[in-house]
């Protein structure tokens, strides 16, 4: 069982917005920034939001993110098929010296 | 190019042991923070290590004790040996670059900006 909560599913057609949303606690959401990967099997995943909203350059500006409190989400805005992947959420834990994860939540195109 | 390439995973029976390697090229191993994360069949990603660039190691406690983060700045590679491995250890392994940040009040952020494709390693039951 992930650290963090995320939803294991998420859907949506063409040109919709979606949300994806991770819950953790004080001890990692709620002390630390949240990244967001996507991930499809066989590949490298991929950096799509670091410090909860920040986007690394050649990530489009469909991707956001947001952090309030223990919880966060990331939206995907004109939804296209190509992001059809998984998705997950990660935050350091101090205690740790290292980050949790969440289960990841696997988002369909229609 | 910034890249990383793992290798070394395989089959190997419980109680075995293995090393991966993650090569790495455009950038030092040494003069960066790497990590370690694991995918084991049908399930998320899992933080297994890191390494700071000045040499301090941690580690998941599924792993600590039985696991070994270490590198090679003349090859320019980071590894994992694996030690006492377990069922459980099934996965694909991946190692990641981390992006250390400092805020003006001192905070650090740390992400993982660059990611290899994995290598596989199953211990059979």
């Known amino acids: 069982q992930s650290v963090l909560t995320q939803p294991p599913s998420a859907s949506g057609t063409p040109g919709q917005r979606v949300t994806i949303s991770c819950s953790g606690s004080s001890s990692n959401i709620g002390s630390n920034t949240v990244d967001w990967y996507q991930h499809l099997p066989g590949t490298a995943p991929k950096l799509l939001i670091y410090r909860s909203n920040q986007r690394p350059s050649g990530v489009p500006d469909r991707f956001s993110g947001s952090k309030s409190g223990t919880s966060a989400s990331l939206a995907i805005s004109g939804l296209q098929s190509e992001d059809e992947a998984d998705y997950y959420c990660?935050?350091?834990?101090?205690?740790?010296?290292?980050?949790?994860f969440g289960g990841g939540t696997k988002l369909t195109v229609l | 190019e910034v890249q990383l390439v793992e290798s070394g995973g395989g089959l190997i029976q419980p109680g075995g042991s293995l090393r991966l390697s993650c090569a790495a090229s455009g950038f030092t191993v040494s003069g960066n923070y790497m990590s370690w994360v694991r995918q084991a069949p049908g399930k998320g990603l899992e933080w297994v290590s890191i390494i700071y660039s000045g040499g301090s190691t941690y580690y998941a406690d599924s792993v600590k004790g039985r696991f070994t983060i270490s590198r090679d700045n003349s090859k320019n590679t980071l590894y994992l040996q694996m030690n006492s491995l377990r069922v459980e250890d099934t996965a694909v392994y991946y190692c990641a670059r981390v992006v250390k940040e400092v805020d003006i009040e001192n905070y650090n952020y740390y992400y993982m900006d660059v990611w290899g494709k994995g290598t596989t390693v199953t211990v059979p039951s």
């Open positions: 990660a935050a350091w834990d101090d205690s740790l010296n290292g980050w949790v």
